[in-house]
């Protein structure tokens, strides 16, 4: 045997755990769902009937897909933008080396990525309610505010409320992207810059955000996927009300029909194969405008 078909070999059995793991929890699972969106398939029975392309032309007449998908729409067109722009901003004042306390705040900013979702939205679901501190605070300061139900009991607050806690608990994770990023660039190039008497908003135009390019690509792409794909918030806060439809999501949906009931798991997973679709698209958009120029 040769010595580079022996060294092949030793690689590819040095990955054959984790080829396994990848067929075994990923690859078979998708090529399984893909199947099951064909078929109308019970789960007490454990049986499939072939249906084509149905629960497809189903979903499509469902109204709460369609209230589903407008949610979750409003959601990630309405936290992306803001979410990235913060984490810019604060990852721009925390690379500076004269700001005080920067491994602290650092830190502080990145605590709420690294703590429990359910936490938090338990957290936030009494700090919004009828009693919490935010409506008290709201009263202090005399602004309008929903005291007779709360925030996550009123149709028109609930959803925008979840969105305010998502752009808190997210902005730390992409501040510290930023930052990989920012600390890339070459200080060079500002001390030109400088010397050149370009403003410090100049250098962020022409130097900081061209170089910044693939990491905020990056940063709109996976941000955009985790916001479509928002699941854990609706399902402990709000369960898609309080009327129906309200903060319901795509991925709700899929949970909900999937194991709300006996013989919808057809009907879920060719919702699930539908949200691929989209994020598919959605990131081959942004890839397309957001891409570096060479």
């Known amino acids: 045997m040769k010595p580079i078909v022996r060294e092949h070999l030793y690689g590819y059995t040095q990955l054959l755990p984790w080829i396994i793991t990848f ?12 199947y099951l969106s064909f078929t109308q398939y019970s789960t007490l029975s454990n049986t499939a009937t072939w249906i084509g392309f149905d629960n497809y032309v189903a979903v499509f007449h469902d109204t709460l897909f369609w209230k589903a998908l407008t ?20 990852a721009v004042l925390l690379n500076k080396k004269y700001v005080r306390f920067v491994s602290f705040f650092r830190a502080a900013y990145f ?32 602004l309008p505010h929903p ?18 806690m998502d752009v808190w608990m997210s902005v730390g994770y992409y501040m510290v992207l930023f930052l990989a990023g920012l600390q890339t660039i070459p200080n ?4 030109a810059a400088s010397l050149a008497g370009a403003s410090a908003f100049t250098q962020f135009k022409k130097i900081t955000l061209p170089l910044l390019r693939p ?5 709109v792409v996976i941000n955009s996927i985790k916001s479509f794909q928002i699941f854990v918030e609706i399902y402990v806060m709000t369960k898609g009300g309080p009327l129906e439809g309200t903060t319901t999501t795509l991925v709700y949906e899929v949970y909900r029909n999937a194991f709300g009931s006996t013989d919808s798991m057809g009907y879920a997973s060719a919702l699930a194969y ?14 397309k405008i957001l891409k570096p120029k060479v």
């Open 23 to 34: 067929a075994v929890f990923w690859l078979y699972p998708l090529a399984y769902a893909l």
């Open 71 to 90: 949610n979750t729409t409003i959601f990630t067109f309405g936290t992306v933008p803001v979410t990235t722009t913060l984490a810019l901003l604060l």
């Open 111 to 142: 605590m709420p990525t690294v703590t429990s979702l359910v936490v938090i939205a338990l957290i936030f679901t009494n700090l919004y309610a009828k009693d919490g501190y935010v409506n008290v605070l709201f009263n202090m300061i005399g």
């Open 147 to 164: 005291e007779k139900y709360g925030w996550l009991q009123e149709p028109t607050t609930a959803l925008g409320s979840i969105m305010a």
């Open 188 to 191: 060079d190039l500002y001390e």
């Open 215 to 219: 990491t905020i690509l990056f940063v």
């Open 274 to 287: 539908i949200i691929f679709a989209i994020l598919l698209a959605l990131s081959l958009l942004q890839m």
